[in-house]
C-alpha cells in the first residue's frame, strides 16, 4: 500500500487506501476457506481475490460463492450482497433463507469474517455499530453474530478516525459488538495480530515501530514474530 490517511484527503485518495487494503486481505484467506465479508469497505475484498482460490464468498443475506461487484450490463437487481451492493454469482452458487444463512454464522461454519470498525482494543474487542453521535441511526445488523459465530474475525479499517485519533485502543469507549473477538487488523499502516501479550505488527507501511508506539499511547506494541519485515513507503 502506498497511501495513507494523513497524505490525501480526497475521495480518490481515500477509495485507493481501501483497494489497498482489501488486496492485502485477499491475497492472505487460506484457500477453499468460507468467509463472510461485512457491509461497507469489507465487501471491496470481493474484487481483489485471486482467480483459483477456492474462497466461497457468503452474503449475510443468503447466498454462497458469491462474485466480485457487478457492473454495467451484469448488474441484476434482484442479486445484491448484505449492503444492497449488485454483486455477481459463481459457478456453484446457491441460495437459502435468512434464518439459515444467520445459523451458519453463528453455528461456527465460516471460517473467517471481516468486518468495519470505529475501535479495536488491544484485547481483540470490537466496536463498530455505534459511536454515540446523537444524530446517528445504530444498528448492529448481523455484525454481533458474525463477530461470536466466525472462525477467525478480521477487521479493515483505517488506523486513524476522521479527528486524527488512532483506532486501536487500549479500552474501547463504544459500545461493543464482541469480546476478545478479533484475531487480525487491516489498516493503511500496516496488519496487525492481536496475541496475549500485546498488539504484533505483521508488516507496517509509511511509519516506524517506535512511531507506532509513540501513536498508540498506552497500546503495548509485542515483539513481532516478523522482524525482517521491512516498512513500505
Known amino acids: 500500500m502506498t497511501a495513507s490517511t494523513e497524505s490525501t484527503g480526497t475521495l480518490r485518495g481515500k477509495d485507493e487506501i481501501a483497494a489497498a487494503i482489501a488486496r492485502d486481505i485477499a491475497a492472505t484467506y487460506p484457500d477453499g476457506a468460507y468467509v463472510n465479508l461485512g457491509i461497507g469497505q469489507p465487501t ?5 481475490l485471486p482467480a483459483g482460490s477456492g474462497v466461497v464468498l457468503h452474503t449475510e ?46 453455528g461456527g461454519h465460516l471460517d473467517v469474517c471481516v468486518l468495519g470498525a470505529f475501535q479495536v482494543s488491544a484485547a481483540g474487542d470490537l466496536a463498530n455499530w455505534h459511536t454515540g453521535a446523537p444524530e446517528a441511526i445504530p444498528a448492529v445488523g448481523g455484525a454481533m453474530d458474525l463477530a461470536i459465530g466466525a472462525k477467525r474475525v478480521w477487521v479493515m479499517m483505517t488506523l486513524l478516525d476522521k479527528q486524527g485519533r488512532p483506532k486501536i485502543v487500549p479500552e474501547c469507549t463504544y459500545p461493543l459488538t464482541g469480546v476478545g473477538c478479533i484475531d487480525r487488523v487491516y489498516t493503511d499502516h500496516g496488519t496487525f495480530d492481536l496475541a496475549p501479550d500485546g498488539v504484533r505488527a505483521r508488516d507496517l507501511t509509511g511509519i516506524t515501530r517506535d512511531e507506532l508506539g509513540h501513536l498508540l499511547a498506552g497500546v503495548v506494541i509485542a515483539d513481532s514474530d516478523h522482524p525482517e519485515q521491512p516498512v513500505r513507503d
Request: hydrophobic share 40%; no cysteine; charged share 20%.
Open 61 to 106: 443475506n443468503g447466498m454462497l460463492n458469491m462474485g466480485p461487484a457487478a457492473r454495467g450490463d451484469h448488474v441484476d437487481p434482484d442479486l445484491t450482497n448484505a449492503g444492497k451492493i449488485p454483486v455477481t454469482e459463481l459457478p456453484g452458487a446457491s441460495y437459502f433463507h435468512h434464518a439459515d444463512s444467520f445459523a451458519m454464522m453463528r
Open 44 to 48: 471491496l475484498v470481493a474484487d481483489h
